[in-house]
């Protein structure tokens, strides 16, 4: 048989039909390197199949077993889903057990699946109506004959779907494709382990004969990939090094004034971060920092010490932060503070435009906006100075817009997300990097508590007691409105019960399809205490700052990820009063009421990142738009520390040695494509 390149079209091989070429072609799988390296999304041990299950479970399992009945069923009107009855042992076996599997919406399967067949299926069980039932499980139809099958009897690839090709006719492709291709393809433009050739690893990676040998495999290009990642990041970084910048933080009177202006002092976490800016404003290339600090760590402080220095320095600063609420909301906060040292403050957002009433003539020494900063003909003068509030919320072309009105500004980008440390390396590699990891003095403690179902009354009445106390409070839920799909609660459907049950308080909505001007007159109501309680969902998560707010109950709270959990508590606790948030759950989860005793047991975020990486995985975690994170191929390798540390070690050899890979010419073309893969 002809041996193969792993660069050749898959129409060059005989044994892919033309009709099975155009399926992969819908999937974007045009070589075979393509194929080869859309890698198994997980491995099923079919040696040893499991029991047929009795009762719910929380983990996925591999069943063989028996159609036996097949019929189209509805439920609750029009709803039509496809129901096969599966036997354990078989159509005659005495005693047998069984489980019924369910496809909704998906009238097809009537074509897919009929009595008789032997089939193989991967999903959870769970009950209903006394009975064991699997919701879509991943099924697989067993031929009848196997003989030295490389679909059973043994650790058994699965892969993410193709519409038009079955799992049984993706393996054996791939199977083929291992067998007939030339060993010497597979070798990468930069060998990282000698000692493990990569065409081996590529076989042991779609047919392992172990799971740790699997696991092996995998590694090994994940590691590939995070070496070339790790690559782009410094080498952008050593390009950003290249240039001059502005030598600014010479002159120190404005810092001098505010600091000793402030009734308290800064944290030493604070004297830190401030001093790791100094130093990069006062170095000779533009500045390029990341400050990260868990929610109520004083980011506001650190930056506004930061923009001081720059408009000492004779330059214009810009703070862009992600909402209206949230810029409108600091540029109260500069106001209050820096209006008596004289600085020109301006606000620019897609509704509203402001200056401060400073009675010194001149352009606006610090500008603070939206995104509307970058659209709406803000004349800059002389940008020297950016600060990008909750840098994740805006994608990387907003962020190079604002850079590029300044000439060469000095960038500090501020987040209240705590990143997993094993994270941050990869997701802000090209960063230097500030950590706040202490809360300012004169907080409240925050007592956070699990409850499942609890009573409307018990709620009720422990609301009504803050608010005798002259507190307010929010109540958060995950849907706006009713919805047909999703079980949750909504905002505006129990806004209207809160309001009959607060009668004598006053009862405010905040949600994210209100006009800015309605959200903007609701939260001026809330933070000036005209309103005392908050109906809301997670439009609040980000920037709201009312020190009197002391309660927050988080309904469904199963629904939202611990990070977003975190952020939404760091609404609470910002006053000197003690604060309480409360995080109901129906308990139905599997493994909810464990999750949400995470928040209860710390408020450490950097803890609480961590332990959401483990439970959602890095996928989950990082959200969309991460420096370009949704596009690895192995980003579940992300939460191993060791292996982000072995590719960072070997990328810094290589820019160590050739700072701009003139001495690694495919390496660099590489990284100027944007891709990662080696």
């Known amino acids: 048989m002809t041996k193969y390149r792993r660069e050749d079209p898959l129409t060059s091989v005989d044994f892919i039909s033309a009709k099975d070429v155009l399926a992969y072609g819908s999937a974007g799988v045009l070589s075979l390197a393509d194929l080869l390296e859309r890698f198994p999304k997980r491995y099923e041990d079919r040696r040893v199949f499991d029991a047929f299950p009795t009762q719910a479970s929380g983990q996925a399992l591999c069943l063989r077993g028996t159609v036996v009945d097949t019929q189209v069923r509805r439920m609750?009107?029009?709803?039509?889903?496809?129901?096969?009855?599966?036997?354990?042992?078989?159509n005659n076996a005495l005693n047998s057990n069984k489980i019924i599997c369910r496809w909704f919406n998906m009238p097809w399967m009537k074509n897919a699946l009929a009595e008789g067949h032997e089939v193989i299926l991967y999903g959870k069980p769970k009950e209903y109506q006394g009975g064991i039932v699997?919701?879509?499980?991943?099924?697989?139809?067993?031929?009848?004959?196997?003989?030295?099958?490389i679909h059973l009897e043994r650790i058994v690839p699965v892969?993410?779907?193709?519409?038009?090709?079955?799992?049984?006719?993706?393996r054996e492709h791939v199977f083929k494709l291992l067998g007939n291709i030339d060993s010497s393809s597979f070798q990468s433009v930069y060998e990282l382990d000698p000692s493990y050739p990569r065409h081996e690893a590529m076989s042991e990676a779609h047919f392992p004969e172990s799971i740790e040998q699997a696991k092996a495999a995998k590694r090994y290009f994940a590691l590939e990939e995070f070496f070339a990642l790790q690559l782009s990041v410094l080498w952008k970084r050593a390009r950003v090094r290249e240039h001059q910048g502005r030598v600014m933080g010479k002159k120190t009177k404005l810092l001098t004034e505010f600091y000793h202006s402030l009734p308290f002092d800064l944290?030493?976490?604070?004297?830190?971060?401030?001093?790791?800016?100094?130093?990069?404003?006062?170095?000779?290339?533009?500045?390029?920092?990341?400050?990260?600090?868990?929610?109520?760590?004083?980011?506001?402080?650190?930056?506004?010490?930061?923009?001081?220095?720059?408009?000492?320095?004779?330059?214009?600063?810009?703070?862009?932060?992600?909402?209206?609420?949230?810029?409108?909301?600091?540029?109260?906060?500069?106001?209050?503070?820096?209006?008596?040292?004289?600085?020109?403050?301006?606000?620019?957002?897609?509704?509203?435009?402001?200056?401060?009433?400073?009675?010194?003539?001149?352009?606006?020494?610090?500008?603070?906006?939206?995104?509307?900063?970058?659209?709406?003909?803000?004349?800059?003068?002389?940008?020297?100075?950016?600060?990008?509030?909750?840098?994740h919320k805006f994608g990387v072309g907003q962020r190079s817009l604002l850079i590029r009105q300044g000439m060469m500004p000095d960038v500090l980008v501020m987040t209240a997300t705590p990143i997993p440390r094993t994270l941050t390396l990869t997701v802000y590699g090209d960063l230097d990097v500030s950590i706040l990891d202490e809360r300012p003095a004169g907080r409240g403690e925050v007592i956070t508590v699990v409850r499942k179902k609890p009573k409307v009354s018990d709620i009720t009445k422990f609301i009504k007691d803050?608010?005798?106390?002259?507190?307010?409070?929010?109540?958060?839920?995950?849907?706006?409105?009713?919805?047909?799909?999703?079980?949750?609660?909504?905002?505006?459907?129990?806004?209207?019960?809160?309001?009959?049950?607060?009668?004598?308080?006053?009862?405010?909505?905040?949600?994210?399809?209100?006009?800015?001007?309605?959200?903007?007159?609701?939260?001026?109501?809330?933070?000036?205490?005209?309103?005392?309680?908050?109906?809301?969902?997670?439009?609040?998560?980000?920037?709201?700052?009312?020190?009197?707010?002391?309660?927050m109950i988080?309904?469904?709270?199963?629904?939202?990820?611990?990070?977003?959990?975190?952020?939404?508590?760091?609404?609470?606790?910002?006053?000197?009063?003690?604060?309480?948030?409360?995080?109901?759950?129906?308990?139905?989860?599997?493994?909810?009421v464990e999750k949400l005793?995470?928040?209860?047991?710390?408020?450490?975020?950097?803890?609480i990142?961590?332990?959401?990486?483990?439970?959602?995985?890095?996928?989950?975690?990082?959200?969309?738009?991460?420096?370009?994170?949704?596009?690895?191929?192995?980003?579940?390798?992300?939460?191993?520390?060791?292996?982000?540390?072995?590719?960072?070690?070997?990328?810094?050899?290589?820019?160590?040695?050739?700072?701009k890979l003139e001495r690694h010419p495919q390496l660099l073309t590489l990284i100027q494509d944007g891709q990662v893969e080696i």
């Open 554 to 592: 988080i309904y469904n709270a199963e629904r939202f990820g611990l990070a977003q959990l975190h952020q939404l508590r760091g609404r609470i606790g910002r006053g000197k009063h003690k604060s309480y948030c409360v995080l109901i759950t129906d308990g139905k989860t599997d493994g909810s």
């Open 76 to 90: 609750g009107g029009r709803k039509q889903f496809y129901q096969a009855v599966i036997f354990e042992g078989g």
């Open 466 to 551: 803050q608010l005798s106390e002259n507190r307010q409070a929010y109540l958060v839920y995950p849907l706006v409105e009713e919805s047909d799909t999703l079980k949750a609660e909504a905002a505006t459907v129990e806004y209207a019960k809160w309001v009959k049950r607060f009668s004598k308080f006053t009862v405010g909505l905040l949600h994210g399809k209100m006009k800015p001007e309605e959200k903007d007159e609701v939260m001026t109501a809330f933070r000036n205490g005209d309103i005392h309680v908050l109906v809301a969902t997670t439009v609040i998560e980000v920037g709201v700052d009312v020190p009197n707010a002391n309660t």
């Open 134 to 149: 699997m919701d879509h499980p991943d099924f697989e139809i067993v031929g009848e004959t196997e003989g030295m099958s």
């Open 597 to 607: 005793q995470v928040m209860a047991d710390t408020a450490d975020g950097f803890q």
């Open 267 to 391: 944290t030493e976490a604070q004297k830190r971060s401030v001093k790791e800016i100094l130093a990069d404003m006062r170095s000779h290339f533009p500045m390029s920092r990341l400050l990260q600090g868990d929610v109520g760590s004083g980011k506001t402080f650190v930056a506004m010490c930061a923009m001081l220095l720059a408009v000492d320095s004779g330059v214009q600063a810009a703070l862009m932060a992600p909402t209206q609420i949230l810029a409108e909301q600091h540029y109260l906060t500069f106001k209050k503070w820096l209006d008596p040292l004289g600085v020109r403050i301006s606000l620019r957002t897609g509704s509203r435009q402001e200056d401060s009433d400073v009675d010194l003539e001149g352009d606006a020494q610090i500008i603070i906006g939206t995104h509307a900063l970058l659209y709406d003909g803000v004349d800059f003068k002389d940008l020297g100075f950016i600060v990008i509030d909750e840098q």
């Open 609 to 659: 990142a961590e332990a959401d990486l483990r439970l959602r995985g890095p996928g989950d975690v990082m959200g969309t738009a991460q420096s370009g994170l949704t596009d690895l191929k192995f980003i579940d390798f992300l939460a191993d520390t060791e292996l982000l540390r072995e590719a960072r070690t070997h990328a810094e050899r290589v820019i160590a040695s050739d700072p």
């Open 159 to 170: 892969y993410k779907g193709i519409s038009g090709i079955s799992q049984r006719k993706l």
